[in-house]
């Protein structure tokens, strides 16, 4: 489990990690997240409290969340101490836990996907639907696998 801290001011709200979002996402779809033009400090401040969430999981056999912007946490019911310690298997109901992994490995294959439409489940139980995601690989400096993340901004309760 990672012991980093909340993304704020003090932390330069992960820019090391955020870097590696960001890169990894242009790499993939030829996108930016946030404005380049930037420093790298100020587009992980920008990425944290964008208007679309943003999440990202670690390598490990089962995954761990390790990243969320202010909107996934506020999405999810998280706080910062339970997003780093979830699976994020577990951000989908066992009836879709399936797909998700399907997905996946489809983008662990190809880079990234654009269209990924799938139900979700926040802390409290709240189904809702996701719609148009993008799914990435996210890879170190080096260009070795480092996790992999996604975003979206289209987003209905189910309940």
Known sequence: ???WKEPAEL??????HVRLLLDSFRHWTGKD????????????????YAPFVV???DSGSDPLLNYANEAGLHLFELTW???IALPSRLTAEPLHRDQRARLLGRVTQHGYIEDYTGVRISRSGRRFLIEQATVWNVRDEQGA???QAATFSRWRFLD
Request: glycine fraction near 6%.
């Open 1 to 3: 489990m990672t012991n």
């Open 55 to 57: 999440l990202s999981h």
């Open 11 to 16: 932390n330069d709200y992960l820019e090391g």
């Open 145 to 147: 696998p480092y996790g």
């Open 81 to 83: 101490e339970e997003l």
């Open 33 to 48: 997240l946030v404005q380049q033009e930037q420093s790298p400090r100020e587009q992980a401040r920008a990425l944290f």
